[in-house]
Structure formats: structure tokens, C-alpha cells
């Protein structure tokens, strides 16, 4: 185990993930509870991560003295390294002006991290961001990189193998970052990098064992992965304390209502509860045209629903969700900074403290390609787990204009059709997120000699590693064709089909 000490940076469960990456289990402890965590974890090694604090005013975090007490080896990462020197005797200095983002450092000297990686005199690509900086070192260290900006940018004390670097290797920005990582794991601590996704399973189910106790957990579906990966987690954990409601609002693609439900009560036996509220939906929407207020009312009336059924299940205190890192990394700068709303997303947010429960959220610290391997783990199915990700409000917000069970029904043909070539042309694992949108725009056709006046399709497909920005997925004009063809001749109602160009940013994903 490595045990990586938080001092608030926004990226520490970054650390733990290139650590994971390397084979080897981590665990982020918040500083003030650092030697609680390293009398539990017993750890081979110690990541300290950085900070918004700076160490040169009077009650910046600190690091408890077991920490460095310990024997045990220490990487200190930006804000961790200025404590490092400063805690050891060197000095540390607030900057006239920082570094940040992209850097370059010169490699000094060869040192632990580099092995195999980078030679003095090379010059590589890192990521900064930082105000203070590290101006002497302390006894027994030696520099090993520089930057314009940091003359230690990169720091060893080799006898007691505490290292520190100014820049951020968790980060991909900094390209060799996670093998830097992977050194100071497996060559400085000694692990053998063995640890897999089944260990996490393991864990997990024990710690929501402990959470839970033998109280009554409620889970809901949305038809995605998240929620599906998180509640057969749960019921692993806990067996039959667990209930799941899926309110399906009928916005789903083809055949995926069945799909959830078949798994989960066919294959897991796990006690399902599905809401069948199309109609609700529906009625709601009928002339709603304007995309936020479609995301409002779609959010609000799954809460009214599932509120409602968790009621008439009754008993229950805890609510689980499938929140990975970066919705909650999101919804932090969301709510916390200057950055404006351009969506709403839908999730089940609020519902905690309406309904006085406690939640349960078991991937909390896993990204998106995690939870598909910790989903493949625990035996679901690939076609299930590989799927693209779908937004809450579902088709709704990929029907411009007003959404009727016509149009829904028109859609979902189109993009059947649309994902069963991807896959046929074995192109779905390459693509991010593909699917079709709706167009509220009628133009002129002939089919058979006969004059059609139908609806616009556009296909959309992007590449992406978040969701947060992406590329458009350049796909060969014959495939295209071939899509467009059978969209007109199989759907009724669509006479046109077009292919979206743009990015994100300036676009965004979805349409609305
Ligand atoms: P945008 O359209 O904002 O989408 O570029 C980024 C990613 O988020 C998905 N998305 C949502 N997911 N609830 C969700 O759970 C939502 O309300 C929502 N809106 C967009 C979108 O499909 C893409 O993957």
C-alpha cells in the first residue's frame, strides 16, 4: 500500500489513480488524519500531495512527525515538496510570479524516479502550477531537475529516499508523469504491482459492509453503467438490504429498459423495482420546447418518483449512487467557482437531504474506465459495460423542439440503426459517444418518383477521454453514406440525414 497525505488539491485522486495504474493499492488520507491512516495501512510508501495552502503563512497543513518518522520512503508533489523542505530545515520562498501550466525541466542528475525514464541533460515536458517555490535545499538533498522558474524543480535524499518535485506528474500533461509514478511505487517502495480491480472489489464490499451495518439501502437506475456497476457492487456487499428502483421515464434508446431489467432480476435475482412512467414524462413535456426547461422538468419528476417509491418500499436510510470522480471534481467547480452553468445535468443530487438519507457511493474515487473494468470484474456482461455513456434526460435533450412519443419512437429507430453499423464496421470501442439527433426541420424529398416533405437527422459521433472536451470521430464518407441510406429507406420520417462537424468546445456533446 502506498498511503497518499492530502492537503487539498484538486487532482490528489489523480495520484491514487496513476498509482492504481501501476499495480499497486493506494489510499488518500486527509492530513489531519495521516497518522491514524499510517498506523492502519501499515504502507511501504507515502505520497504527499500538493495544496492551495502556501507553507510560508503561520497555520499552513502540516504533516504529523510519524509521517516523517516513519523509515519509510516520501514523494513530495508541489505543495508536499515545499513542506518537505521547509519541515527538514531548507527554505521556501512565495514567488514574485509562479509557473503555470506547461513546463520544461532540465534533468540534473539521475535519481530513483527517472529510472529508465529520463538521463541528465535531457529536457522534458511537465505541468506546474505553482506561487511558492523551494529556494534551499535542506541537508543531505540534492537537486536533480530545474526549471526556469524552479531551480528545484526536482529534489533526492537519496539515504533516506524522500524525493519532491515543483511540478505535477498526475496529471497528463506531464506525459511521463505516471511512470515517474510508477517508479517511486514499485523501485523506491519495493511493491510488486500486483494489485488488481478484484482487490478493490474486495475492499469495497467489506467497507460498505461496515457503512451499512444491517440497515436498508435504496439504489437507482438509470440504465446507465455507473448506477448498474454500483448497485451489483452493493448487492454483493449486502445481499437483499438492497433494493433498486429504476424509474424509466422512456427516454431510453431501444431495447435498453429491457436490457436493465432482464440483467438485474433474469441474471443477479437482485430485487428491482420498475417504474414504468413514460406517460408522466410524456405529459410533462408536451409543449416544452426550451432545452433548460426540459433538463428541470426531467430532474425534478424522477425525484418526485423515485421519492415516491422509496416511500412505498419503506424502511430505508441509506441512498446509493453511482457518483464517479469526475462528476464530483464537477459539480465541486460548479457550485464552488466563477465558472457559469452551461447545463444542467440531471442526477439525483438533491435527494439525500430531502429525504434525510444517508448516501452510499462505493465509486466515489473510480473514473469512467475503471468502473467498466471493476463492472467486467464482477461479471457484466461487455456489451453491457462497454456501452457509451447516455445522459440523464435521455432522448429528450436529442429532440430539439417539443418531444413526442411519435418523434422519441422516429429517433430511436434512426439510432438503432446508426449504432448497429458502428458496430458492425467494429468502429463502437474507438468512439467515445455516438448517437442521432432529431432535427425540428422538415425538407423536401423525392422517394419512388413521389414528393416527401420529412424530418432532418443529424449523426453525431466525437472521441473524448472525459467528456469535457472532444473531437469529432472522421469517419469515411462510405460509411456515411451507407448509415444515410438505410436511415431513409428504414425510418419513416426522415428524408434527410447530415453529419455534425463540431468540436467541444465551441459545441458541446449533446445538442441541448
Ligand atoms: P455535453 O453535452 O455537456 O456532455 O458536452 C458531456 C457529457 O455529459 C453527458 N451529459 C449528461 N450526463 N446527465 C448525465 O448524466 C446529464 O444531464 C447530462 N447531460 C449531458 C453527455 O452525454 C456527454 O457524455
Redesign the pocket.
Known sequence: TVLIVDFGSQVTQLIARRVRDAGVYSEVAPFNRAAEALERLQPKGIILSGGPASVTTADSPAAPDAIWDAGLPILGICYGQQLMAKHLGGRVENGDHGEFGRAFIEIDDRCALFDGLWEAGERHQVWMSHGDKVEALPPGFRPVASSPGAPFAAIANDERRFFGVQFHPEVVHTPDGGKLIANFARHVCGLAGDWSMAEFREAKTREIREQVGDARVICGLSGGVDSAVAAVLLHEAIGDQLTCVFVDHGLLRAGEADQVVGLFRGHYNIPLVHVRAETLFLNGLAGVTDPEAK?KFIGRTFIDVFEAEAKKIGGADHLAQGTLYPDVIESVSFTGGPSVT??S???VGGLPERMNMKLVEPLRELFKDEVRELGRELGLPDVFVGRH?????GLA?RIPGEVTKERCDILRKADAIYLDEIRSAGLYDAIW?AFAVLLPVRTVGVMGDARTYDSVLALRAVTSTD?MT?DIYPFDASFLSRVATRIVNEVQGVNRVVYDYTS?PPG???WE
Not at 389 to 393: K, V
Open positions: 433538463r452551461i447545463k445535468h440531471h442526477n455513456p447516455f445522459p440523464g434526460p435533450i459517444q467528456g472532444a467541444k458541446t456533446i449533446e
